[in-house]
């Protein structure tokens, strides 16, 4: 059979056809290989909240050794939860109103700082035997906030924290510090903090969280109405426009300050994401803002719903419900990562967890549902892709060595 193929390639004018078509059926099949190796692996789906407690999850913070810190709202409402080796602990009994709550930020210790109620945070340490806590009332000449978010800026030794709060009639910001380590006993951390009095607005944008960007510069993101475009589904509505605002303040009494802003042409801002060269990537639902310490900003043309940072420094953006790729921007280079299957959930909150990213959200009836990437996957020679590169370098290198071990018995011959 060998002989037989053999003549006819030899036949050049005849049989050449025989050469070309086998190359093209190479190239088909190897196209096809890839295209079928191409899509995102490590994926998996579940029709629920999370494990412990199913439910609808709202906001979550994961901590170390899959240990986290969940409000979810269940059948009877909302809870406010932490999980670790000891089990669950429900940490949301002495709070009035759980679902009021707008935020949970974790600090540089690993504790996580939330506001029950007006002119008051607390910071949970769950380093601690039994997650004590400490409760900080915010003292303002009577007035009454509520505190909408919260970031932290190291400063030396101690901290820093800017809030955005409700004022009532508008929204503002509101400095905390210098701050000691929560590690510390509460008089000693807080006990010499003072609060700021508001930021001086004007009152056209809503302020609804912020982040820190550098040594005493934030980033706010907020919300300006514009007067000359008319919301089509409620003609007596302006609508409203994405605002950064850049934001001046360290540690002292003085108010922060805003010193510029800039305005997006549509869309929300739903993500401030702090990237591990200390720029910001603020993902919206119309395109993303990567924001750098010099303060200059570079648009990113791709839309989501949510945005994490993973443990090797990669921001993962999420689609809608429907979405047929996610989106992952390593060094400021954006990548869309093809789904083997629409994205079946809408997402509502997402957080990473030992190299795991956990998207939580609903399904199409309402459920809770939970949507994992594992980011080790991608390239592994578990996965496709992984596996042909495996096996590319493996038949490479026994051809190379194949041809080093006859020219080596050539040499040896003709000595």
Not at 175 to 187: D, I, K, M, N, Y
Not at 393 to 413: D, E, P
Request: one cysteine or more; aromatic letters at 8%.
């Amino acid at each position: 059979m060998a002989k037989g193929w053999r003549s006819l390639l030899e036949e050049e004018s005849e049989h050449q056809w025989v050469a070309i078509t086998g190359f093209f059926v190479f190239i088909i099949l190897g196209a096809i290989v890839i295209q079928g190796t191409s899509k995102l692996p490590g994926v998996e789906y579940q029709n629920n909240g999370l494990e412990a407690i199913d439910g609808r999850v709202l906001d979550i913070v994961y901590g170390d050794s899959d240990t986290y810190t969940a409000l979810i709202l269940g059948e009877e409402g909302g809870m406010l939860f932490h999980l670790d080796d000891a089990g669950i602990n429900d940490i949301g009994t002495d709070y009035d109103d759980v679902l009021g709550m707008t935020f949970m930020t974790e600090l540089h210790d690993g504790s996580i700082v939330v506001s029950p109620s007006n002119n008051t945070l607390e910071v949970i340490h769950f380093n601690a035997e039994d997650s004590q806590r400490t409760i900080i009332p915010l003292e303002s000449n009577q007035e009454m906030f509520d505190v909408i978010d919260v970031a932290e800026q190291c400063n030396g030794d101690s901290y820093r924290w800017l809030m955005v709060t409700d004022e009532g009639n508008s929204t503002s910001l509101r400095g905390f510090g210098s701050v000691g380590s929560p590690l510390l006993p509460a008089q000693e951390a807080f006990g010499g903090a003072s609060l700021t009095a508001a930021m001086v607005t004007s009152g056209e944008i809503t302020w609804n969280m912020v982040e820190s960007l550098d040594n005493g510069t934030w980033i706010a993101i907020g919300s300006m109405a514009n007067a000359f475009e008319i919301d089509e589904n409620s003609p007596a509505t302006p609508t409203k426009h994405p605002v950064i605002g850049f934001i001046s303040w360290s540690a002292g009494p003085t108010s922060p300050m805003l010193t510029s802003i800039e305005e997006l042409d549509k869309g929300e801002i739903h993500s401030l994401v702090r990237l591990d060269n200390k720029s910001l990537l603020a993902a919206g639902t119309d395109s993303a803002i990567h924001i750098a310490k010099d303060r200059t900003t570079t648009e990113v043309d791709f839309a989501s719903v949510s945005a994490t940072l993973d443990e090797n420094g990669a921001v993962w953006m999420f689609g809608s419900q429907g979405s047929t790729s996610v989106v992952r921007m390593v060094d400021g280079v954006a990548e869309k990562m093809p789904l083997a299957e629409p994205l079946p959930l809408t997402i509502e909150t997402s957080d990473v967890s030992n190299d795991v990213i956990y998207a939580h959200g609903i399904d199409a009836n309402g459920n809770p549902a939970t949507y994992s990437i594992d980011t080790l996957a991608i390239g592994s020679i578990e996965s496709g892709r992984g596996f042909l590169n495996f096996l590319s370098v493996t038949i490479c290198s026994v051809i190379m060595g194949v041809m080093i071990w006859t020219a080596f018995k050539k040499m040896r011959l003709n000595q």
